[in-house]
């Protein structure tokens, strides 16, 4: 069956430019949630949708990020005037409702800015 | 502090060893307890979830102790395929569903 899946897989962005990263969840998931993984680190939580509604920004880290899920399936997520700082990798996950804690990752969308 | 730490290692062991790692959590009000796997340059994937009386599947055994904010994996009879980079992930202070993750141990298995 079909997996979280994310586009573009790689994108190298100049500083200054603007980035739309997509994440197709799993089909009937409500949950969805973007992270974001530096080199040799754990992924950080970046921000929660339930459906369309979004429960939880507090991770994003600074207001050039901005995400969305405005239909409640398909997420963006943005970033303004990206940074050196930005380059990462960026995961999503998606969980069914509930109380099962089982996040499925897709395979991430790996920044470059240079 | 961090919210959850680990031994990065990296731990390199022979086929067939038993290897255990460790961490620990800060926040004492966590309730939900996971091990992740992580194959180089892929997503994260549940290992396993752990509970409070601890935890076996098939090879792997997950243990929790809640007085000291203590989780454990042991890997038994190691295998080439197991060689990853093990996440230890507890849910988010004040929250139900979200995730804190570690920085994650690196597994090689040697032949």
């Known amino acids: 069956g079909a997996g979280v899946s994310q586009s573009p897989r790689y994108k190298v962005a100049k500083r200054g430019q603007d980035v739309a990263l997509r994440c197709d969840p799993i089909?009937?998931?409500?949950?969805l949630f973007w992270y974001q993984q530096a080199l040799g680190q754990g992924p950080e939580f970046l921000t929660y949708f339930q459906n369309e509604a979004q429960l939880d920004k507090s991770g994003l880290p600074s207001d050039r990020f901005f995400a969305e899920r405005p239909e409640g399936s398909v997420s963006t997520l943005k970033i303004q005037r990206t940074q050196q700082e930005d380059s990462a990798v960026y995961l999503c996950?998606?969980?069914?409702?509930?109380?099962?804690?089982?996040?499925?990752f897709g395979p991430g969308t790996r920044l470059t800015v240079t | 502090r961090k919210e959850v730490e680990q031994d990065p290692g990296p731990f390199n062991v022979p086929e067939g060893a038993t290897v255990a790692f460790n961490c620990t959590y800060s926040?004492?009000?966590?309730?939900?307890f996971f091990w992740y796997r992580q194959d180089c340059r892929k997503e994260p994937k549940l290992l396993m979830s752990v509970y409070s009386s601890g935890n076996e599947d098939g090879r792997f055994t997950a243990q929790l102790n809640r007085a000291s904010q203590y989780i454990s994996l042991l890997i038994r009879d190691s295998k080439l395929s197991d060689s990853a980079t093990y996440l230890c992930v507890v849910n988010r202070a004040g929250s139900a569903r979200q995730l804190t993750f570690g920085s994650g141990t690196q597994l090689t298995v040697l032949p």
């Open positions: 926040n004492s009000a966590s309730q939900s």
């Open positions: 089909s009937g998931h409500v949950s």
């Open positions: 996950a998606s969980s069914l409702p509930g109380t099962t804690y089982e996040q499925y």
